[in-house]
């Protein structure tokens, strides 16, 4: 990434285990509430938490605090499902909240290992510091991978 | 140029006319010299000219072109329609669809056609009039056997047609516009047949100051001419009515035609259709079915609140929604002659590379296939097809001396029976010599000697579809029989189909090809496991069945139930699945539900905590991220608006 302009995005921001995570806008069908998900057995990855019916459309829904090696909490009312579109069509990335939409400059975005070191951020590709708060910025192909 | 907005069009427009053409062809070989049937292909060469030339296709339209030429010369009988002439005309046409193939994949006509136009060429070469006969002569307008039929039946029609010639002013600076605003003038009253000079020189402006068309109409003569004199610069107008095959001034058709009440002109009275994408209309359905979750609530809500009105209006809803589902299914359904179109003319050419006569019968073409299962079928229906050609059917010798009809018969058939098209390909060749096929699979170890003396007639036959059969390199009469038939059941069984084959030696075989009617639409008994619904497909179900758990029994660690004297296994799909919540399995139940499915002969029964009911459900994809998912073959949309799965039989029956 190229700091060499002041180029804008806009970051839809949600939280998992009380953490700040970023996702660009333009890769964000839609954010849902929970809606009731149906278990798919022998699913490839243990993450799946099943499909969900989005508008007709039969959707696998992530629960992404499994895929980025969280513990796995409750669903409750603040739940979220945001909708990304991928190559392989629209899949749910269940979170514990989103609210928030940032503007963020490029020139904020930092390259998670130079500022964060030795810890691992396994699908982080890069964090934002605006003001006290910390974004790690989500890179879907790699969860999806 | 807005060349792109037109493709779509120019290449289902230009499959059609190939169609058309291969279809007339194919008749006029059965009656060569009937003329009508060369001016419906000359029509279709013309127009397929014209479309070329208009989207730049200029190999197509010099190809056509001289089709055009040849066709010219059969229809003024200088040239005879023998199978000869007609091989290099139905190559030539196989060219243009190779053409226009290439176009919708986003190529160009870019293909050598130096050898055909020749071919084409020598036809018509010997008489070098036919050659000044397509020229078109730009003073006067004559009419070609063609325009005269469509001269004389627009009369019949209540058209007049109308010989209109129109002077520009000497000055005028842009003719072509003028000739646009003439056309665009005319062209909301009645239609132009022809132009002299040709419309290319018009849009060109190749001409004087002077044009003229032939057009049909429905005005009179003073509204056309208020029409034009609307144009400026235009300084005079003829209009004559034309009769027979001169031209004159007929007044009293321009008095009826003036007292005429319905002087607007009608639509012609073919049937109106509009081409729309399957991905629109999957949208329709999804959006549909969201109505209909919502209207199921709204029923609930509707008797909690008692209210007779509201309840009179869903009730309404209802039944109309339900009309609308018979509506948006039908939209998707397709003749099955879609396909079929494309056989006459390979199984024409098949049999003409292999030195056999060959008829083909097709029965059924009318029969209504979903959208989407008419796409996958043309290619294993080639394969089949081809296969009784190649190896069913006997060279005219063979057939001859074994009694029979020189010419063999294959026939292609589609009925439509419960929810099922049936689609059969049968001929009256030599047949399938079921004891060769064993040997055969035998030394291909396919299967084993012991195997081969407890194999029923079907399973003989069936041994034409394994994977990697008779690929040997010696072609017997049984080699090659095989050959592919294996992908042939692999497509059909993909799309839901059974494929089953008979056959009595010497009289002929008979393959036969059971398709859903649709692949969105199913019906499925919904059952409970555990917190979750499945669906299990009605077609693979023998029957329901509760039983107590002394039935239960158990043989190598396996539960097996008794079914008609058989001992068949059990699955119990919350192990299967690994339902959540299976924790406290099997407590407490002294019965058991029991669903027995089979695949061909063999049972399993699959046990379930309890059945909902069978519902007619659309079958949904879980999509490429969730794909080869053990045993399910798709989701529905069930009650709330939750997914429930569908359980792939054959997955769980192959365990």
């Known amino acids: 990434m190229t700091n060499t302009d002041t180029a804008q995005w806009k970051i839809v921001i949600f939280e998992l285990n009380g953490q700040e995570y970023g996702l660009e806008i333009t890769r964000v069908q839609s954010i849902e509430r929970m809606l009731p998900i149906t278990h798919v057995p022998g699913a490839h990855r243990r993450d799946i938490a099943g499909v969900v019916n989005l508008r007709g459309k039969m959707t696998p829904v992530i629960d992404l605090r499994l895929c980025l090696g969280l513990e796995a909490s409750p669903y409750d009312k603040q739940t979220r499902i945001l909708v990304v579109d991928e190559n392989e069509g629209a899949i749910g990335l269940i979170v514990d909240r989103a609210n928030d939409l940032l503007d963020i400059a490029e020139t904020d975005i930092e390259d998670v290992s130079v500022v964060r070191g030795g810890e691992t951020y396994a699908f982080g590709q890069s964090v934002v510091k605006i003001e006290q708060r910390i974004i790690t910025l989500l890179e879907t192909d790699k969860v999806l991978q | ?655």
């Open chain 2, 1 to 655: 140029m807005a060349r792109s907005n037109y493709m779509q069009l120019f290449i289902d427009e230009g499959r059609e006319h190939v169609q058309n053409m291969t279809n007339h062809l194919l008749e006029l070989e059965k009656s060569p010299g009937t003329l009508p049937i060369v001016e419906e292909v000359f029509r279709s060469a013309h127009t397929l000219k014209g479309m070329a030339a208009t989207m730049e296709f200029h190999n197509l339209s010099e190809l056509t072109h001289t089709m055009e030429n040849v066709l010219d010369a059969l229809r003024n009988e200088t040239l005879a329609a023998t199978s000869e002439t007609l091989d290099h005309v139905f190559e030539a046409v196989d060219l243009v669809e190779e053409m226009i193939d290439d176009v919708a994949e986003g190529g160009n006509d870019n293909k050598d056609i130096a050898v055909h136009l020749a071919l084409l060429k020598a036809l018509t070469s010997d008489d070098g009039k036919e050659e000044g006969a397509v020229t078109e002569k730009v003073q006067s307008l004559s009419y070609d056997e063609f325009e005269q039929t469509v001269l004389t039946q627009s009369a019949e029609q209540g058209y007049t047609p109308y010989d209109i010639t129109v002077t520009l002013d000497p000055s005028t600076l842009l003719k072509a516009a003028r000739v646009h605003m003439v056309f665009n003038g005319l062209g909301n009253h009645g239609e132009v047949i022809k132009t002299s000079p040709p419309v290319e020189d018009l849009e060109e402006e190749n001409f004087e100051h002077t044009f003229r068309l032939a057009f049909i109409s429905k005005r009179s003569i003073e509204e056309l001419e208020a029409i034009l004199y609307k144009v400026s610069e235009i300084t005079s107008v003829r209009i004559e009515t034309i009769t027979g095959k001169r031209m004159q001034r007929k007044e009293t058709s321009q008095e009826e035609t003036a007292n005429d009440p319905t002087t607007f002109p009608e639509k012609k009275e073919t049937k109106r259709m509009i081409k729309v994408d399957i991905e629109r209309l999957d949208r329709l359905m999804n959006l549909f079915e969201e109505w209909v979750v919502d209207r199921s609530r709204l029923e609930r809500n509707a008797q909690a609140l008692q209210n007779q009105s509201l309840t009179e209006t869903v009730e309404r809803m209802s039944r109309i929604s339900e009309e609308l589902q018979t509506v948006i299914l039908n939209m998707r359904m397709v003749p099955v002659e879609h396909v079929f179109n494309r056989f006459p003319r390979m199984v024409r050419k098949v049999s003409k590379d292999l030195g056999k006569k060959v008829k083909i019968e097709i029965e059924g073409e009318k029969t209504e296939l979903d959208r989407s299962i008419i796409d996958e079928i043309g290619d294993p229906l080639v394969h089949l097809l081809r296969n009784s050609i190649d190896h069913g059917i006997e060279l005219p010798e063979t057939r001859m001396a074994a009694g029979k009809n020189e010419a063999g018969t294959v026939r292609l058939s589609a009925y439509h029976s419960g929810n099922h098209v049936y689609i059969q390909v049968s001929d009256d060749g030599a047949g399938i010599d079921k004891e060769k096929l064993v040997k055969k699979a035998i030394s291909q170890s396919i299967i084993t000697e012991s195997d081969a003396k407890t194999m029923t007639d079907p399973e003989k036959y069936d041994l034409l579809f394994s994977p990697g059969f008779s690929t040997a390199e010696t072609i017997t009469d049984v080699s090659g029989r095989g050959v592919g038939l294996d992908v042939v059941r692999q497509t059909f069984e993909s799309l839901g189909g059974v494929v089953s084959v008979d056959s009595e030696l010497g009289k002929g075989s008979f393959f036969s090809v059971q398709l859903p009617l649709t692949l969105s639409i199913i019906e499925v008994l919904l059952v409970q496991v555990k917190k979750e619904t499945y669906g299990i497909p009605i077609s693979a179900i023998m029957e329901t069945a509760i039983i107590t758990e002394a039935e239960v029994r158990e043989t190598h660690d396996r539960k097996v139930m008794e079914f008609r004297g058989h001992i068949i296994p059990l699955l119990f799909l919350h192990d299967v699945f690994q339902a959540p919540n299976t924790k406290g399995a099997q407590q407490g139940g002294k019965f058991h539900s029991v669903v027995i499915i089979n695949k061909e002969d063999r049972y399993v029964g699959l046990v379930v905590d309890q059945f909902i009911g069978h519902h007619e459900v659309v079958l949904k994809s879980l999509g490429s991220f969730l794909q080869d998912v053990f045993a399910i073959s798709g989701a529905t949309v069930v009650g709330d608006g939750e997914a429930a799965l569908i359980i792939d039989t054959d997955a769980l029956v192959k365990k």
